[in-house]
């Protein structure tokens, strides 16, 4: 069985990374070859979508590294199971794109931004991030540790399912998207999602595994390779 990205469970490998000051013995995600991504035809970079209005525009945290889970100078941890979200980014030719700034933002546990215009009276968390920063490796690679958000409402009557916003800047591109996660019942409901084709909503759904090593028992990890044009 192989997931959207082409990769199979068993081709996970082992390795090491440290991005953002994060050091962590961990599965990675290969890149996928150029002959999968040819193969699937032109104009097929994981899918944009809208950034929102939650983008901390005004005020990023001033701890914004790769571990949304905690935030320097506090001994808690942030609420809400831990996802540790990994993956490559690539160009359509299938190359690892190096040097990429990859920013993530995202709703806590309860599905509350720390942002000034979400009404959403879901209580914050003090000692949730919210916002990370990393730049890929010479392998293309990001990782975060963060925890899987909450859903929330849109309107009265619409959700958004949980997910997580992601900007990657490139020297030749900026593409902004989404990750979502597998087998949610919000997915149903959320526009966003229910918008794009079959196909394109695979392309935008992170892979789910158990942990590994040093990772906490209960955590997951989200397998999520992103292409986008050039680099
Ligand atoms: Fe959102």
């Known amino acids: 069985m192989t997931d959207q990205m082409g990769i199979t469970p068993r081709r996970v490998l082992q390795g090491s990374i440290a991005l ?14 150029a ?10 970079t994981t899918p944009s979508t809208v950034a929102g209005p939650f983008y901390p525009l005004l005020s990023k945290p001033v701890d914004r590294d790769a571990d949304l889970t905690v935030i320097s100078g506090r001994k808690d941890r942030a609420k809400g199971p831990v996802v540790h979200v990994m993956g490559r980014v690539l160009n359509l030719k299938g190359d690892p794109v190096k040097g990429v700034q990859v920013e993530i ?34 392998e293309g690679r990001y990782r975060f540790k963060t925890i899987k958000p909450g859903g929330y409402p849109l309107t009265q009557s619409s959700y958004r399912a949980p997910h997580i916003h992601f900007e ?13 996660f597998p087998g ?10 229910t918008v794009l084709s079959p196909r394109a909503q695979q ?14 028992p209960e955590s997951q990890i989200a397998l999520w390779d992103i292409v986008i044009p050039n680099g």
């Open 20 to 33: 953002g000051g994060l050091t962590i013995a961990a599965p990675l995600a290969p890149a996928l070859g």
């Open 35 to 44: 002959e999968e991504i040819l193969k699937w035809g032109p104009g097929l």
């Open 105 to 138: 933002w995202q709703a806590n546990a309860a599905g509350r931004y720390d942002h000034p215009v979400d009404p959403n009276p879901a209580p914050l968390d003090p000692n949730f991030q919210g916002y990370g920063v990393v730049v890929t490796d010479a």
């Open 168 to 180: 990657l800047t490139g020297r030749m591109d900026r593409h902004i998207t989404q990750m979502w």
């Open 184 to 193: 949610e019942l919000l997915n149903s409901q959320d526009q966003l999602f």
């Open 203 to 216: 392309k935008v759904t992170c892979k789910l595994e158990a942990p590994t090593g040093s990772m906490e």
